[in-house]
Structures are given as C-alpha cells and as structure tokens.
C-alpha cells in the first residue's frame, strides 16, 4: 500500500487533536474539517488544512461521507481517520473510501458489518468456544414465542436491538406482564434509532461489570491483546470512568478473556485497533458482550500500561505493515484511570449543560495527561456528544492512580458550565470504587446529587472558582501589555489562510 502522506480525520474534537499529534510525529500531513459550528475548534488550528464541511448539525456536516470523500480528491489525501463516533462504525462509508482509490484508516466493510449487528456478531463468535449470554440466536418477531422464550431464559431478561448501542433499544423485563409493553418499545426505539427495529432476548445479569479488551490486528493475520480496561462506572448505559488493568481479574481470568478476545477478532478476519467487550458476573463469569470496531474513547488507560501509540499502530496497519510485537512481548506496567470530562450536571440527572467556558485550566504534574478539544472563552455546542476532554492518571499502583487522579480533578478548573468531575471526585472516593466491587449499578445504588451539594464542598468550590478567574484575568493582563498588535494580526490571519 506505500506510506501514507496525507491524512483527513473525518471527526472533531479531542479526538481530531489525538490523531493530529501522532501523525505529525510520523511526517504526516493533516486535514481537519469543521462545522460552521465549530469554525474556532482547537483541531482545525492544529490541522496543516482545514475545510469547512457544513452547517452545525451533524447530518449536515460530519456524517456526509460522500462529501468527504470529495474533498480528499481535492486535497490529495491518502487516508481517512475516523475517530470514534459519526462514521467510524459506517461499513458503508468504509467501502466507498476504499472504493475511491483511498485507505481507511480501521477494519474492512465486512469487519465493522458483521460486528456492527449483535446476532450476526453472535453468529460469527460462535464458531469458537467463548462463553456467550444464555439467549435467543435471531431476532425475535411474535410476541407469544418471545414470551415463551423468556420464560424458559428465566426473568429477569433484557430486549436488547441487534443494531443497539449506548443504552438505546434496550429494555429490562421482570415478569411476563411487563414483556409485551415494553418489547414494543424496545422495538420502536430500535426503529427510531438505528432504522432496523431488531431485537432479541437476553438473560439479564443483575450485577454486571463491563469489562472490554483491546485488540489489535495486521493485515496479515496477526492479531493480539493489550490487556484489559474496566468500564462498570456507567451513567445511562455510557461510560464516565475507565481503569486499566481491572482490579478484580486474577491472572487465570485475564488470560482465558484475552484468549476469547482474540478469537472474537479472528472469527470477521480483523485486522486494526478494536474492543472485545464482555460482561462478567458476581461469580466473575465472563459473557461476550459485542466487538467495536474503532478506537475507543478509554484507549488512553491502555497506552500508559503497555507504552504502545494505538493511533501510530494504526496507520501503520493501514499501510500494510506487519505488528512490530507478538503478545509475549505485551507487558502491563503500573495503572491508570481515566474520568471523561463531560459537559453535565451530576447533580441534575447528568443533563447536557451548554455555555462558555469563562475560565478553563488544565491540571498538570507528574503522571497527568489531558486529552483535551477546548480552550478558555469558547462556547460548548449543543449539537454534539457534550465530552469535552478526557482526563487521565497514571502511577505504579492503582491506589497511587486514583490519588494522582483526584489531584488533577481538584486542579482541573472550570466555570461556566456543570461537569462531571465533580460526580468523578465522589466516586473515586466511594469506598466501592476503592474495593473494585463496584458494578453498573453504581450511581444507581451509591449516588445522589445531594452527595455532591454539601454546603462546605460548595465553598471551597466557589473560593476556588473566584481564584482561579483572578488569576488568569491578571495573566491576561500581563500578557496583552506585552503582545504588539503586529503579532496578535499575524496569528490571525495564520488561522485565516488554513481554512479553505
């Protein structure tokens, strides 16, 4: 396939920046584009290109995939990255980029078709001895059957949509009363949300934990592991805190899991980075959960443990090379945690929260990293995922990670909007969290927003906030008295020439 030269990422955010790094490390040339909502963004700054692609919402900007695939033509562009979200699980798109004589930067169409449907999914993973979720192997249509079915599973049972994710199309049913409503709801949702109201029955674990492997795959049939990521700390169905290793995985079980992780990656021919995910019970029997064929948001906690790039190794996949490493050579160092910094209130639901970020500053020290797609003085969009950064420790040991990670969280300063550091504080501090027996259930059954209101809390709060606006107004001050106007014209119109 030759090296690639030239790279669009067809996404936005932290994401674009992540992959915009790693690729100028390598010599490689950058495109961005951006909403006309996002005409200020950290990634179009940091891009050598940057095209405007459309109006703000998505449909009519980041998901037109043919449009993209146009500008690359133009630009002479070698690669697309996805990043994770619009396009990157789209079999579709992946086709017609390869189709346009360029290299998408992930899996094959048929990869990311196979995975991107649950019972296909199940289908594949079953032609190898992994331990899969007591349930129904096809989509289920008569509502007496499934009844029959359900019974025979043993309530309580989850409906879940074959073409699901992130919580949508997903119903618990606790006793033949309730199936037939809320099977119809799950299916309409399924229908709403994916336009393909398949759903199918499950057994339902009462007390999961989520916990998800990394693989990562060449093009010549080589693919391994990087360990382990738990994910159990979950507000509606979606992550808000990632570790990695899990605390609770004895070597046993982590080498049957990243066995059965490698078999699910080898049962679609896969080949790039991607996530095994498994659900595992009180008993710490691990199910198959379903595979997602892009980077994830969580990678961070697997590059501090095992000191592997996943976006260098996937461009390096992309261009045909083989794996550098075998998994005897994969080792796990020290521990990290990652709390994504979400433009929310904890204290209101976990509602999307938009406004200006009045004053924005990052925490620094040793093993701090911030992976991060906004800057003081700009505007949180309504149209998009509200994360606006992920926040990431690292230590030797796990107790050290989460008192690192509570430092950073207690420097990290925000005003104008709600997030959700402060609901990331609380439990880091749980004495749940702390066990590793925590599940799904966490906020379910350990919080509530008056936790986070205590009157001493929100003092120290508003001190740290009036602080931490004097300082950088004085900062400011200083540094505009000594810019010239020569130079601030200059950075503009830098800007300015990159945009096409």
Known sequence: MGKIKKILIANRGEITLRVIRTAKEMGIKTVAIYSEADRNALHVKFADEAVCIGPPP?????????????????????????????????????????EAGLIF?????EAIEVMGSKLAAKAAVSKYDIPMVPGTDKAITDISEAKKLAKEIGYPILIKASAGGGGKGMRIVESDNDFEDQMNRAISEAQSAFGDGSVFIEKYITSPKHIEFQIIGDQHGNIVHLYDRECSIQRRHQKVIEEAPSPILTDKIRKEMGEAAVDVAKSCDYFGAGTVEFIMDENLNFFFLEMNTRLQVEHPVTEEITGIDLVRQQIKIAEGEKLEFQQED???????????????????NFLPDIGTLKTYILPQGPGVRVDNGFEEGMNIPIYYDPMIAKLVSYAENRELAINRMIRA???????????????????????????????????????????????????????????????????????????TTNVKSRSTNKWKSRRY
């Open 409 to 483: 969280i207690e420097e990290y300063t925000i005003t104008g909007i709600q997030t959700t550091l402060p609901f990331c504080k609380y439990a880091l501090n749980h004495e749940e969290f702390r066990s590793g027996k925590f599940d799904t259930n966490f906020v379910k059954n350990h919080f509530s927003p008056e936790k986070l209101n205590s009157p001493i809390n929100k003092n120290m709060e508003n001190l740290a906030s009036i602080l931490a606006v004097k300082f950088v107004s004085d900062t400011k001050h200083k540094t505009t008295s000594n810019n």
């Open 105 to 109: 930067i992930g899996p094959s169409p």
């Open 330 to 348: 994969i080792k796990m160092r020290g521990h990290s945690i990652e709390c994504r910094v979400y433009a929310e209130d904890p204290a209101n």
């Open 58 to 98: 998505s449909s009519e900007s980041y998901l037109l995939g043919d449009k993209i695939i146009k500008i690359c033509k133009q630009l002479n562009v070698d690669a697309i990255h996805p990043g994770y979200g619009f396009l990157s699980e789209n079999a579709e798109f992946s086709k017609n980029v390869t």
